[in-house]
């Protein structure tokens, strides 16, 4: 990622678990352009099931701590994330058609 003021960011996702068609879950840290990775990290654990012919979702994040929960926050994670999901929706929307 590049914020605003031209910092870069680096993230490493290492995937942990893949059940196909129901479930993945994944090891994600932040980490320098050399991808190494900072100590701590959050696992994120992606469910997909189905409810009247429709795909539902869920994602669950686990943090290691209050203070990197507290960064992600601070870095925009909320309106990236929200950013990413209605861009999925348009993405399904045209698939769809």
Request: a negative charge; proline letters at 4%; hydrophobic letters at 35%.
């Amino acid at each position: 990622m590049v914020g605003p003021d031209g910092s870069e960011m680096w993230a490493l996702q290492t995937y942990t678990s893949i059940t196909p068609k129901t479930n993945f879950k994944m090891f994600n840290t932040f980490a320098d352009k050399d991808e190494n990775p900072q100590p701590t990290g959050s696992d994120w654990d992606y469910n997909f099931s189905e409810a009247n012919g429709k795909t539902l979702v869920s994602i669950s994040i686990y943090n290691e701590s209050l203070e990197r929960m507290e960064r992600m926050i601070e870095m925009g994670f909320k309106e990236g994330m929200s950013l990413t999901l209605v861009n999925l929706d348009d993405v399904l929307a045209k698939l769809t058609k």
